[in-house]
C-alpha cells in the first residue's frame, strides 16, 4: 500500500509520487491547507445533512464521513477538462469540482434529479444503482478517443474519465464488463474505488480473498492500492493514473483504503455488525486529524487557521439548514423538461396529458 503520509501526520518519501506533486503543484503548502478547509468543510456539511435526515427533511443520506482525503484528494487530482463518474457518497468530490452541497441535499430530498450541469462541471450525476455508472464511465471515454482529444500530446486538452465506485460495487457485473471494454479498446478510464470495508453489512474480506487492486489485473489493467485516509497519496496515485491514461496508455485501476466511519447510509445500523473496537482502530486514522497534524509539524498551520475553518464550517452548516427548511418543492411539469437534449414528440405528449390531468384539480377548486 502506497503512504505517504502516516497517521500521525509524519511524511514518508515516494520519489515517483514525489516528483508528481512536485511537478504539478498539487502540494504546495497554500494547497494543503486547502484540502484541510476542504475536508473539515464537506464533513460539516455532512454531518448536518445526516441531522437534516433525522428531522424529515431528506428522505435518506449516504455519508461520506471518514472518506474526506479519498474524495478530496481524488476530485483535486484530476484536471479541468477531465469527466468525473461518481457513484452516490461522492460528496468531496462534487465539492472539489464546484458543485455547492445543497445542490446534494436537493437530490436527497427527492426534488431534484441531478442538480448541476455536467458538461459545465465536468461531473456526472450521482449515480444510486450500484456499479451502473462503470459502463457509462467507459462509453465517455470511447467517445474521447473518437473525439481526437487523447493521447495528442496537448496537456490542456487530452482528457480521462475518473470513473469512481465503492468496494461493494467492484463485486457487480457492470464493473467486470466495463474492465472488459476499457481493456479491449484501451478507453482513457481510471476505475477508482474507495475500499470503505464494509458493502452495507458485508465485510471486504468476503467480497474478495485478495486485495481489490488485483482484481483488474486479470484484465490486463495495472493497479495500484493506496492509503484513502492520506490525501497526499492519493493525489500522487489518481494524478499519475489520469495522466497515463490522457496519454494514450489505456485503463487504470486505484484503489483507496479508507474506512465509513458512519452508518451505509440513514437507514442503517452499523452497529448491530461492525465492532466497535474497529471504529476506534480508525477513528485513530482520521484523516482530517492526519493533514492537521502533518501541517502541524511542517509549521505550515496555526490555531487561528484551524478556528477559521471550523467558523466557515459551522456558517456552512447553518446555511443548509435553512436552505433545506426554507425550500419550496418544484413544479411537477418540470420533470418533463430534461429527458432528453432536444424536444421529443412522446415527452410532449405525456407534459399535456398531465396537464389536462392537474387541470381538472384545479378545475374543482374554483367551483368549490
Wanted: charged letters at 25%; a negative charge.
Amino acid at each position: 500500500m502506497v503512504q505517504l503520509l502516516a497517521a500521525d501526520g509524519t511524511r514518508t518519501p515516494h520519489e515517483q509520487l514525489d516528483a508528481v506533486l512536485e511537478e504539478s503543484g498539487l502540494a504546495t503548502p497554500e494547497r494543503l491547507r486547502g484540502y484541510y478547509r476542504d475536508m473539515v468543510m464537506i464533513r460539516a456539511a455532512d454531518l448536518e445533512a445526516t441531522s437534516l435526515q433525522r428531522q424529515g427533511q431528506l428522505g435518506l443520506w449516504a455519508s461520506a464521513l471518514g472518506q474526506e482525503a479519498a474524495q478530496i484528494g481524488a476530485g483535486h487530482a484530476a484536471r479541468t477538462q477531465d469527466y468525473l463518474v461518481p457513484t452516490y457518497r461522492e460528496h468531496g468530490v462534487a465539492w472539489a469540482r464546484g458543485i455547492e452541497p445543497w445542490r446534494l441535499l436537493e437530490l436527497f430530498r427527492g426534488i431534484s434529479h441531478g442538480g448541476w450541469d455536467p458538461n459545465a462541471l465536468r461531473t456526472h450525476p450521482y449515480m444510486i444503482v450500484l456499479g451502473s455508472q462503470a459502463p457509462h464511465a467507459v462509453g465517455y471515454a470511447m467517445g474521447l478517443q473518437r473525439d481526437g482529444v487523447v493521447g495528442t500530446g496537448d496537456p490542456s486538452t487530452d482528457t480521462a474519465v475518473l470513473a469512481l465506485f465503492g468496494d461493494g460495487a467492484s463485486s457487480e457485473g457492470e464493473v467486470a464488463e466495463s474492465f472488459t471494454f476499457a481493456a479491449s479498446f484501451q478507453a482513457p478510464v481510471v476505475f477508482y474505488t474507495q475500499n470503505n470495508q464494509w458493502a452495507i453489512s458485508v465485510p471486504t474480506s468476503v467480497q474478495s480473498r485478495v486485495p481489490l487492486a488485483q482484481r483488474s489485473r486479470g484484465w490486463g489493467i495495472p493497479s495500484v492500492r493506496v492509503d484513502g485516509n492520506d490525501v497526499l497519496a492519493v493525489l500522487g496515485a489518481v494524478r499519475t493514473a489520469l495522466d497515463s491514461a490522457r496519454s494514450g496508455n489505456g485503463p487504470m485501476f486505484v484503489e483507496a483504503l479508507t474506512y465509513r466511519m458512519a452508518a451505509h447510509t440513514t437507514s442503517d445500523d452499523a452497529s448491530r455488525y461492525r465492532p466497535a473496537a474497529e471504529e476506534e482502530e480508525w477513528a485513530a486514522k482520521d484523516p482530517i486529524l492526519r493533514l492537521r497534524s502533518h501541517l502541524e509539524q511542517q509549521g505550515e498551520i496555526d490555531q487561528q487557521y484551524v478556528s477559521r475553518c471550523d467558523e466557515e464550517a459551522h456558517d456552512l452548516a447553518m446555511q443548509l439548514h435553512h436552505h433545506i427548511h426554507g425550500m419550496e418543492d418544484p413544479d411537477p411539469v418540470r420533470m418533463f423538461d430534461h429527458p432528453y437534449a432536444e424536444p421529443h414528440p412522446i415527452v410532449d405528449a405525456e407534459r399535456a396529458e398531465y396537464l389536462e390531468y392537474i387541470a381538472q384539480f384545479e378545475d374543482e377548486e374554483e367551483r368549490a
